[in-house]
């Protein structure tokens, strides 16, 4: 019996770190395509381009993020739920539910955006002259919810392959469709790119969704909203829970620019996107993987070996990455900013030190979002934007840039003890 259970967790730990390791590599060539293609525009469309696709990108993210309820993360736990209980019929209706529920946001999401675009207009440009193009631009809210309602599916169903196809596929030509386009067309052809986009993308995911051939079911109202109601009640939290972090970080760079001035926002900026861009790269890789497979444990036994073995993964991967980060701090800030931004070099020595410490305390977060209620993760983790922002804020009094790196180092140990 010990010598079964040592294989399965053996089998379990191969299993998730050869997932971790695919969606590592995406991850990896996505953020490649990024700024690739942020060179392409750079160059093609100037800084003026840059600011209008910026402009136009983050209105329709914000109106994005506060209707799409978190349905992307609650699909993925009821579509994995679904798909272990063994009953075809129920993970039909699952998945028709969600669908359902992912054209209705983004229905409202796209009708809110057009509706406003006069409003988004006037406070983006200080002129109307953007209007149609806030109209013509809601579309991807809905394209996009879509498509997240599409990936939700494959994550659940934990079709890895098919969703690292869909994902490096989308991004490649995505990439292909918009630098000629930006090249014939220039600044007038930032709309259409957005919405090509957006529709190849949806296309591709949608033709490795059909791949599966899952029979599309018919659901009654009652159906809807017996097996919507959680997927709703958790995505609604997940929403809020979003909005108290972005509050959070709007609030520090307030503080920030009040007290230290532009430049010290700045700093702080260039310092969090690279921790950011850091721990994105290795927990949303996990993530893909690890949380369906959590939703989806039958046992508690079962839950400990898939967080002892992430935790284990996690604990690989970061280890070498933060030496190497270590050694080399000073040309990966001048490389990706100049010299100018060295300043902040101590604060993301306090921060990558934390990295393992949260790496450890995500790792067990993660079985709250998967097995316990919504209220609970909701409150966690508002308790933890709390203290964070507490300590972010005393962090810069007394230390300047280095404090919000002690800061992230204090607060991860913090969630750790908290988890």
């Keep these: ?12 730990f191969k299993d998730s770190f050869k997932a971790t390791l695919l969606f590592s590599g995406v991850q990896i060539y996505q953020i490649i395509i990024r700024v690739v293609r942020s060179k392409f525009i750079a160059m093609l469309l100037g800084p003026v ?4 696709t910026a402009l136009l990108r983050s209105t329709t993210d914000l109106v994005g993020a506060t209707t799409n309820l978190g349905l992307r993360t609650s699909g993925v736990k009821s579509v994995a739920a679904a798909r272990v209980a063994d009953d075809k019929e129920w993970l039909e209706k699952t998945m028709a539910v969600l669908r359902q529920l992912i054209l209705l946001t983004g229905i409202i999401g796209t009708l809110i955006c057009a509706v406003l675009a006069p409003v988004w207009s006037k406070q983006s440009f200080g002129n109307l002259d953007y209007v149609l193009s806030f109209a013509v631009v809601s579309l991807i809210i809905l394209i996009d919810q879509v498509n997240q309602g599409e990936m939700a599916l494959l994550q659940g169903l934990q079709q890895r392959r098919m969703l690292a196809k869909a994902n490096v596929i989308g991004q490649t030509l995505g990439l292909f469709l918009t630098v000629p386009l930006y090249y014939i067309w220039g600044v007038k052809a930032i709309v259409a790119v957005f919405v090509l986009s957006s529709l190849l993308t949806l296309c591709i ?23 919507g109601r959680e997927m709703v009640k958790l995505g609604l939290l997940l929403s809020i829970q979003h909005l108290f972090s972005q509050g959070s970080v709007y609030l520090v760079r307030n503080y920030v620019s009040q007290t230290g001035g532009l430049e010290q926002v700045g700093l702080y900026s260039a310092g969090t996107t690279i921790v950011n861009l850091y721990l994105s790269l290795v927990f949303t890789a996990m ?9 989806s444990s039958k046992s508690i036994g079962l839950m400990n070996d898939a967080i002892r073995s992430q935790a284990e993964i996690a604990l690989l991967m970061f280890a070498p990455i933060i030496v190497a980060f270590v050694i080399f701090i000073k040309p990966v800030i001048v490389i990706l900013y100049s010299d100018k931004f060295l300043p902040i070099e101590a ?3 306090w921060a990558m030190s934390g990295t393992l410490i949260k790496a450890m305390a995500w790792s067990l977060s993660y079985s709250i979002l998967a097995k316990a209620s919504a209220k609970v993760f909701f409150y966690n983790e508002v308790i ?24 992230i180092l204090v607060s991860y140990s913090l969630y750790f003890i908290q988890m």
């Design 287 to 295: 993530a893909t993987d690890y949380f369906p497979r959590l939703a």
């Design 49 to 52: 381009g840059m600011g209008i």
């Design 205 to 227: 995911t949608s033709y490795f969704v059909r791949k599966l051939k899952i029979r599309r079911v018919h659901v009654t109202f009652n159906e809807t909203v017996s097996i």
């Design 1 to 12: 019996m010990a010598q079964d259970s040592l294989k399965d967790s053996k089998a379990n």
């Design 347 to 349: 604060m993301l020595y």
């Design 384 to 407: 933890a934007i709390l203290y964070t922002f507490a300590l972010n804020i005393l962090g810069y009094k007394y230390f300047g840039l280095a404090g919000f790196g002690i800061s």
